[in-house]
């Protein structure tokens, strides 16, 4: 079976985001009332596996081992068969 | 192992740099050193015949997913076995900016109980955010743990540059106290950016130039054999590469990276 998986990794509350800042500064010099910018990365995932089970923990470890750091991000996964 | 005996290993892959540098560095002291594609060095299992190893700097794999992430799994993944002895028979490694950053993804740097499964520290992007090229002054600091230290007096003021976009070390937030106690503790602490005469930056820019926690620009592991630092003494090795030598009236022969890549030459001369 193939699974679509999309990974969404954050940087961890309370660890400042430089980048987001920025743009929040940018949006602000637009005019727009805006309070906060956080930026995160989405990684979007074509993969292979026998159920959505086991392609959720195959995702869960490609999360840990390499797409995030677990000192300051955290990250989100969701699952869904590959149409 | 006389000097002329050593031999040093430099890892290339797409995006690094300053590695034809970091060889002239270390062949200008009497040792060898060769540059060796990753892809390469595992092929022809090289890296055994090798008394230490170099990381430099640049970009490797274009910094995707995040600075050094892509190599430190690649290395740990295609040498590992190789470079956990490599590491276990005390053979020095030094990571040099994105090497910082492999060392730190790899689990190798801080290395409080060994290698790490996973990252037990980061090098964040740069508060203010931005990619920064100049000259930093840093103070070392170990106490006589880092080899690649050891011929450098401890207090000792150096000038080397910085080229960097993600170079601030952080701890995981909850724990930050708590880790840097145990690197001070452990004489794992090496350099950090300070002001000109010294006197510690304090988190302050411009002294400190990338929001460094207790700005931390270089530490070792817990055995003094791995040492990583964001500058790039490779590229303070000659005192023509200083700014400001046509302004001196005698321009030093060498510059302050010297220090490193001796420190590392004689650790293995003395050990082997």
Request: glycine residues 8%.
């Amino acid at each position: 079976m193939r699974y679509i998986a999309r990974v969404e990794v954050s940087l961890k509350p309370g660890h400042s985001d430089p980048e987001g800042e920025t743009t929040r500064d940018s949006l602000k010099e637009l005019n727009y009332p805006v309070r906060d910018v956080r930026v995160s990365k989405v990684y979007t995932i074509l993969l292979e596996a026998s159920s959505i089970k086991e392609a959720e923990e195959q995702v869960e470890e490609m999360s840990r081992r390499l797409l995030a750091n677990p000192v300051k991000d955290d990250y989100r996964i969701s699952v869904e068969e590959a149409r | 192992m006389r000097v002329s005996d050593v031999r040093i290993c430099i890892i290339r892959v797409g995006g690094t740099n300053c590695d034809r540098e970091t060889k002239r560095s270390i062949e200008d002291l009497g040792a060898k050193a060769d540059v060796w594609h990753l892809s390469m060095l595992v092929k022809k299992r090289a890296l055994h015949e090798y008394d230490g190893l170099v990381i430099p700097g640049g970009f490797s794999f274009g910094d995707y997913v995040r600075a050094g992430a892509i190599l430190a799994k690649s290395l740990t993944v295609k040498l590992g076995a190789e470079l956990e002895r490599f590491i276990d028979e005390g053979k020095p490694i030094l990571g040099i900016c994105n090497g910082f950053q492999v060392l730190v993804e790899s689990g190798l740097l801080p290395g409080f109980d060994g290698i790490s499964k996973y990252p037990e520290a980061a090098l964040a992007t740069n508060i203010p955010i931005g990619y920064r090229c100049r000259w930093v002054y840093l103070r070392h600091e170990n106490s006589g743990k880092c080899i690649f230290t050891s011929e450098i007096p401890r207090g000792k003021v150096l000038r080397i540059p910085i080229a960097h976009a993600e170079g601030r070390f952080i701890f995981p937030k909850d724990r930050e106290r708590r880790l840097l106690d145990r690197l001070i503790e452990n004489d794992q602490l090496v350099l950090r950016y300070c002001s000109e005469d010294g006197s510690p930056a304090n988190g302050r820019y411009p002294d400190n130039p990338n929001g460094s926690f207790y700005d931390i620009a270089g530490i070792c592991n817990s055995s003094g054999t791995i040492f990583g630092l964001m500058p790039h003494p490779e590229r303070a090795f000659y005192g023509w590469q200083l700014p400001d030598w046509t302004r001196m009236e005698k321009p030093p022969k060498f510059a302050d990276g010297k220090m490193i890549f001796f420190s590392m030459i004689e650790y293995i001369t003395r050990r082997f």
